[in-house]
């Protein structure tokens, strides 16, 4: 019988810890796909079960990335999706003045959360523009000089990441961000806190 938990963020588990949880509570491992429409809406394919596993949500995600093996516990999916219909919901309503690519699912039979990245996706490439801008933000607001700028990758299902000033390859970015608005740059995620919605990273070179 599935044992459900609440939904809760937490820190990817040790070798040790993943086994003794397994003893305890089942998991599931399998490769994670992230949904091109929608970030937050992630599914999980196993050979043991009869449904993908649907994982919503960056908390659930828990820092995993598309492409990348993970191991999945179950949580109550009628919790899950009233979740995710209500946040649905606030988005789809913010974003009512504009386009919005939205693929309507339907209510998945299991649902879970993502207790350990077992196993990245090698040789990924994140390349996009860098911004001082804060995503889905106006202007860098507080007039104070910015300590880090935002890379904002091509692909919607890689987070935006945040890279570290000062940074060679974007020397006087702060003084004249116009000159680096067209230039691509690829970017490797090198931190990832647990209470952190945005990793950080380093610009690897220019494209």
């Excluded at 089942?26 to 809406?41: A, E, L, M």
């Excluded at 702060?174 to 950080?200: C, M, T």
């Amino acid at each position: 019988m599935a044992v459900f938990l609440p939904v809760t963020r937490t820190a990817n588990m040790s070798d040790r810890d993943h086994f003794e949880s397994c003893v305890r509570i089942p998991t599931f491992n399998g490769t994670i796909r992230i949904s091109r429409h929608n970030y937050r809406d992630a599914f999980v394919r196993l050979d043991n079960l009869d449904a993908e596993i649907y994982v919503g949500g960056p908390h659930n995600l828990n820092r995993a990335l598309d492409g990348d093996i993970v191991a999945v516990r179950l949580l109550d999916a009628d919790y899950v999706w009233r979740q995710r219909t209500r946040i649905e919901r606030q988005r789809l309503h913010t974003l009512s003045n504009h386009a919005v690519d939205n693929e309507t699912i339907q209510k998945p039979t299991y649902c879970g959360t993502v207790v350990r990245v077992l196993d990245r996706l090698l040789n990924r490439s994140i390349v996009r523009t860098v911004s001082l801008n804060k995503p889905r933000s106006v202007e860098v607001g507080n007039g104070r000089r910015p300590k880090e700028v935002w890379f904002q990758p091509k692909d919607n299902r890689v987070p935006s990441i945040k890279i570290r000033l000062p940074c060679p390859l974007l020397e006087d970015i702060v003084h004249n961000e116009g000159k680096y608005r067209n230039i691509l740059y690829e970017a490797d995620i090198i931190q990832w806190g647990i209470h952190s919605y945005y990793p950080y990273g380093v610009i690897v070179d220019k494209c």
